[in-house]
């Protein structure tokens, strides 16, 4: 059986300054685990709003991670796919004779099946209004009526839904925040953090109740607004990315060591307020993976060696070392 604790400490390692949002996921799969769900609904359905960058998309991968070893273990439907009303028979696949029916449909029962399955919906504003009605479905009684012999179940998913619908309002509202610029004309723009994520939230169930139907709203179990990233929220972030860059480096037989400096250096490129992690993610790649891997394209290395990152001028060097007994001599 699964430990609350466990599985919350999981999370957190994955999921960095979300606490409420992975509260509200590992509520839903103690749950779910303990078999006490109404089981005639799917096991949790959740809807993610907020600022981009911040882990909405990620944190059902992460889920599918910490519970079945790999983040890859997701449904993932792409709502972008969904813009016209003729898209929805691609959800299921088109009957034989109709167009598409040559396509694989998104979702099939046997992707359904395993236990705890993650479903996620990305970007739910841009499909068209006939998706929402097999949503509701969904989200009502736990199954989608095909129009053939079998319908498809989701009574063993999580269904998990992103949105972006009030994106604009939430950037404007985080720039103003982050830029912290306020002459004494300009005072009304003035916030502090804490009244801006307030704000954040304000508008983002504000929109969502102005852009879906009430009984859709009322159909999903949590609607969560995550929180802008801050300034220690992307070291912690940094130190997750590092970790997987190595831990590939490592696989590839490329032993690393990356200085201080080197992490500051990667965090100022990286940081922009606006756009939570993926400008530091960006910075990962563009300053260290992609010369780093050029670099041993080019010379090769020899297992024994080890790569040294340092800062160099406005860039990070690679200085190759020797391993000789587990300590490293350059
Ligand atoms: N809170 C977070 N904790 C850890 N990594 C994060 C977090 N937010 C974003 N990331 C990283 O940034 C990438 C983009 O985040 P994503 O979840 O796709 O953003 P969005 O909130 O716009 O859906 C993720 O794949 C992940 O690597
Ligand atoms: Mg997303």
Do not use: W
């Amino acid at each position: 059986m699964l430990k609350a604790q466990e599985l919350r400490e999981q999370m957190r390692k994955e999921i960095i300054g979300q606490d409420r949002a992975i509260d509200a996921v590992v509520r839903a799969v103690m749950v779910a685990d303990l078999g006490i769900c109404d089981p005639r609904r799917p096991l949790g359905t959740f809807l993610f709003l907020g600022p981009t960058g911040t882990g909405k998309s990620q944190i059902g991968r992460s889920l599918a991670k910490v519970l079945h070893g790999d983040e890859n273990e997701v449904v993932a439907v792409n709502c972008t796919e969904f813009k016209n009303p003729h898209d929805v028979a691609k959800l299921v696949g088109a009957p034989p004779g109709y167009v598409g029916h040559e396509q694989p449909p998104f979702l099939t029962q046997e992707k359904l099946d395993r236990k705890l399955t993650i479903v996620i919906f990305e970007e739910l504003e841009k499909a068209d209004r006939a998706f929402y009605d097999l949503l509701l479905q969904i989200l009502e009684r736990g199954e989608l009526k095909t129009g053939r012999a079998v319908d498809l179940t989701f009574r063993n998913c999580f269904i998990m839904m992103t949105s972006n619908v009030c994106a604009k309002e939430v950037d404007d509202i985080t720039k103003n925040a982050v830029i912290g610029f306020s002459p004494p004309s300009h005072k009304f723009e003035e916030l502090d953090q804490d009244s801006a994520d307030a704000k954040i939230q304000t508008v983002c169930i504000g929109a969502v109740e102005d852009f879906f139907s009430p009984e859709f709203i009322n159909r999903i179990d949590e609607i969560i607004t995550f929180n802008r990233l801050k300034e220690e929220h992307l070291l912690a972030i940094l130190d997750k990315f590092l970790l997987d860059t190595r831990a590939r480096l490592a696989m590839a037989g490329v032993g690393t060591v990356i200085s201080d400096p080197s992490k500051k250096f990667l965090i100022e490129r990286g940081t922009n307020l606006r756009y939570g992690a993926r400008p530091l993610r960006r910075a990962v790649r563009e300053y260290l993976e992609y010369p780093l891997a050029s670099m041993i394209a080019e010379k090769g290395l020899d297992p024994n060696e080890v790569i040294h990152v340092e800062v160099g001028d406005g860039k990070l060097e690679f200085h190759v070392g020797r391993l000789v007994k587990g300590a490293i001599i350059s």
